[in-house]
Every structure is written in structure tokens, then in C-alpha cells.
């Protein structure tokens, strides 16, 4: 059997495990997903601050789902899924400019403007490719999650992930 040890019959032998350390706005609706199923990945541990809020939250945690501590998701878990408050000193909003520089030209040559209009409802991104072989922009307004700092596509995001990892057919990049 792979990865977390819930019990011996818990993790179908050809699947991968998953642990997901916090379970705010991001992490229970991953959770969540995980629960309600995803063909070849199975939710073996989450690390959480509140074990009581988490119990509430998401049934079978503590029982089904062991309850442990972040480091120990990474020795256990063939998959861990980050979703802590940003407390660990990651800047707020500059996560989408972080994966486009690391997905194009790069963190030293990508430019960024933050913005703060408290007149928007939705947090917007605009982004400007202009390249040698082509030239667009777009712009996404993110409709906030309960989590204000969040936004509701997030744990959409991190689910159509995972499922890419398992998936038998994948479309697209």
C-alpha cells in the first residue's frame, strides 16, 4: 500500500494518497472533493490547528482521516496539499504573478503592478503577453470564496489539478 496508514483496507492499492494540511476556504472544499471521490486518489491524512473544528467540518476526520502534523504529511503522503493561512510570510496577491513569471520569461524579466482599488468587489488580474510570436492580454475578476483573501476558484483549481494527475485522458496542456 502507498503513503498514510489510516487503516488496512482505507487506501485502494492503486491509489495515490493524498494529505492536506489546513482545511480553511481551500482545504475543506479539497476535501471535500476528495471524499465525495476522485477515481485514483484517496484523502489519507490532513494536519489542522483546530482538531474539534475539523471533526465539525469534515466527517470521519480523526477516525477515517488521521489528524497529524504537517511534517509528517510529507513522510506519509504521496501527494501533500498546501493550503495554510498565509501566516509562513508568503505576500498576499502576488501568487497568480508568481506562476505566470515561473510559466513564461521568468521571475527577473516578468514586470507586475499591484494595485488596491477598494472600490472593486472581485479581486482582478490583467495580464499583457507581448512577445515575439504574439501579442494578447486578458483579465479575470475572482469572485472571493467566505474567505475574503480567497478566491472561489482556488479549490476548483487544486482539484482539476489533481485530477490531472491521475486522469487516463488528458486534454490540453
Not at 14 to 29: C, D, K, P, W
Not at 81 to 92: D, G, K, N
Not at 130 to 155: H, K, Q, Y
Amino acid at each position: 500500500m502507498l503513503g498514510c496508514q489510516p487503516g488496512e483496507d482505507a487506501v485502494p492499492r492503486n491509489s495515490l494518497t493524498v494529505g492536506i494540511a489546513g482545511l480553511g476556504a481551500v482545504g475543506l472544499n479539497v476535501a471535500r472533493a476528495l471524499e465525495e471521490g476522485i477515481p485514483g486518489l484517496t484523502l489519507a491524512a490532513i494536519a489542522v490547528r483546530d482538531r474539534d473544528k475539523a471533526r465539525r467540518n469534515l466527517p470521519g476526520a480523526g477516525e477515517r482521516i488521521p489528524i497529524v502534523a504537517a511534517e509528517a504529511l510529507a513522510q506519509t503522503c504521496d501527494i501533500v496539499i498546501e493550503c495554510l493561512p498565509p501566516q509562513r510570510s508568503f505576500p498576499a496577491n502576488v501568487n497568480v504573478a508568481a506562476a505566470l513569471s515561473l510559466a513564461g520569461i521568468g521571475p527577473d524579466k516578468t514586470r507586475l503592478e499591484i494595485w488596491a482599488d477598494p472600490a472593486l468587489s472581485r479581486n482582478t488580474h490583467r495580464i499583457e503577453v507581448d512577445a515575439d510570436t504574439a501579442r494578447f492580454s486578458m483579465a479575470i475578476e475572482g469572485i472571493p470564496s467566505e474567505n475574503p483573501r480567497t478566491g472561489s476558484i482556488v479549490p476548483l483549481s487544486v482539484v482539476a489539478a489533481l485530477r490531472g494527475l491521475v486522469a487516463e485522458i488528458k486534454v490540453g496542456t
